[in-house]
């Protein structure tokens, strides 16, 4: 008999179940009987059945809901090949890192979140003396840009998450780029059996970032001028704010996923602040009110270094 293959798990074979047709010992034929054949194939299937159980048991490591990043294609990653942030960590770490600040506390791939909301690939050097945050080319493997900010500076770290202004426009047109973005994914995939779900109002729900962040500030608690608030083009903003690397939902094991968690530049930073600095925890406030230039960054993955096509950047 054929060997029958499920999805998921080993071979199922199911020949330990026969018909057999045996002969009296005087020579005389007689069949199975009918209630025999019937218990034996019942038996059979209560294998099949319990065997599929067995198979559905399997547990599952990681619920896919709760992955802010869900549809991202990883491997479209530079910075998911292998060891290459370690060696771009220490190229930064070799040509930022003077014999003063020699003795490095930490270093990490992270997410930065500008003014206007837009994510930004980042590694992130953290001395006894300062935070360095560097703008790192994983393609030609090089260094762009990078900003120093003394840790002296620092007056305020909040942690918490990371949350829109209640009159934002972006979580619901977030939640609209979703559901048809859903959609999409069925169409291509025809996937048509389940249309009817990618298209139901609950994809179109708003959506919030559902992410932890830390936010850096030394502006002594005075508000941002207004030339800077509303330029896109401004610089010299007095705060920095975090969130973890996309990959950090995508490694296995907890020493693969330290290098992008920003929970671990938090609880590093937190002893080498000065004492006045204010340590706060709660909510950090994203001013993106409409954010459709935003919603169009993120999602495309601009700010990262990605394999597009023929094209990367």
């Given at each position: ?74 491997h479209s990653f530079f910075s998911d090949r292998n060891e290459v ?51 790192y080319d994983f393609i030609s493997l090089k260094i762009l840009e ?96 975090y969130s973890s690397h996309p990959l950090f939902w995508y490694k ?62």
């Amino acid at each position: 008999m054929d060997e029958t293959y499920f999805d998921e798990g080993p071979a199922g074979n199911f020949e330990t179940t026969t018909l057999e047709i045996s002969k009296h010992p005087e020579g005389n034929e007689q069949n199975q009987s009918t209630s025999e054949i019937n218990e034996d194939i019942n038996t059979a299937r209560r294998n099949l059945e319990n065997q599929g159980n067995t198979f559905n048991q399997i547990p599952i490591t990681k619920d896919v809901s709760n992955i802010p990043f869900k549809h991202i294609d990883i491997h479209s990653f530079f910075s998911d090949r292998n060891e290459v942030v370690e060696k771009a960590l220490k190229d930064c770490q070799d040509s930022l890192i003077n014999e003063e600040e020699k003795d490095l506390a930490g270093s990490w791939l992270l997410t930065e979140i500008s003014l206007w909301d837009i994510e930004k690939e980042r590694l992130v050097l953290l001395t006894k003396k300062a935070i360095y945050s560097i703008k790192y080319d994983f393609i030609s493997l090089k260094i762009l840009e990078y900003n120093r900010i003394p840790l002296s500076q620092i007056d305020t770290l909040v942690s918490g998450e990371l949350i829109y202004p209640p009159a934002s426009l972006a979580p619901r047109l977030s939640g609209l780029a979703e559901g048809v973005s859903s959609i999409f994914h069925c169409a291509v995939r025809q996937e048509w059996s389940t249309l009817t779900s990618c298209a139901g109002l609950a994809q179109f729900e708003s959506r919030k970032r559902s992410m932890y962040g830390v936010r850096l500030l030394w502006n002594k608690g005075d508000p941002l001028p207004l030339t800077k608030k509303w330029n896109p083009f401004a610089k010299n903003i007095p705060w920095l704010t975090y969130s973890s690397h996309p990959l950090f939902w995508y490694k296995g094991s907890e020493a693969e996923k330290a290098k992008f968690d920003v929970e671990g530049l938090h609880s590093t930073i937190l002893t080498l602040l000065p004492v006045e600095s204010r340590v706060k925890t709660g909510s950090i406030v994203i001013e993106n009110y409409f954010g459709l230039g935003a919603l169009v960054h993120n999602r495309n993955g601009l700010g990262f270094f990605k394999i597009r096509g023929k094209v990367s950047f």
